[in-house]
């Protein structure tokens, strides 16, 4: 009799998960981002210097790029 439950139980279960996943993600759990949270000048102006770092770091790298990635390696 039990054998006959299970399958309809499971299958019962899976809209349950899915509104209790979608109502987590719809409350910013684990979002990564938060609207509440407001940056202070300090915090702009550091993420600003932290991206122009960045942003030059890249730009060495790809000048020191001579040959596509996926190309094969031709120096040794």
Known sequence: MME????LL??????FMMLFMMRGMSHGHGS?????HKSTPA??????VRLAEL???V???RAG???PLDAPDRSA
Do not use: F, K, M, Y
């Open 32 to 36: 990564g981002h938060s609207s509440d």
């Open 59 to 61: 730009d060495v790298l």
């Open 55 to 57: 942003e030059r770091e």
């Open 10 to 15: 499971i299958l019962l279960a899976c809209p």
């Open 43 to 48: 915090e702009d102006d550091a993420r600003d």
């Open 65 to 67: 790029t001579e040959r």
């Open 4 to 7: 006959n439950w299970l399958p």
